[in-house]
């Protein structure tokens, strides 16, 4: 089993930023691929950014140059980087962890509150 824990959400004003965390714990490895995916209110969950255990990234388009992902395998962590927040950034934000065998482990999700 593989636990994962997110922190760092929060509520700030629009050009502001926030870095969330993810720790993992149990059964994971750092081959695991890692990501940040987000649901607003009354939309369906979507991707943000992706990481490999190698450094290859994905982002959202409508993120790129803004969010920076990255993952320290010997703590087991994830990060998302967020700058110039905007109001339509204000969503649920998760974190992911996919195994080699392409099973899901999910976070309870932290909160992104985008607004003046």
């Known amino acids: 089993q593989v636990q994962l824990v997110e922190s760092g959400g929060g509520l700030v004003q629009p050009g502001g930023s926030l870095r969330l965390s993810c720790a993992a714990s149990?059964?994971?490895?750092?081959?695991?691929?890692m990501g940040w995916y987000r649901q607003a209110p009354g939309k369906q969950r979507e991707l943000v950014a992706t990481?490999?255990?190698?450094?290859?990234?994905k982002y959202k388009d409508s993120v790129k140059g803004r969010f920076t992902i990255s993952r320290d395998n010997t703590q087991n962590t994830v990060y998302l980087q967020m700058n110039s927040l905007k109001p339509e950034d204000t969503a649920v934000y998760y974190c992911?962890?996919?195994?080699?065998?392409?099973?899901?482990?999910w976070g309870k999700g932290t909160l992104v509150t985008v607004s003046s």
């Open positions: 149990g059964s994971i490895s750092s081959l695991y691929v």
């Open positions: 992911n962890a996919r195994s080699p065998t392409w099973r899901d482990y």
């Open positions: 990481i490999t255990s190698g450094g290859s990234t």
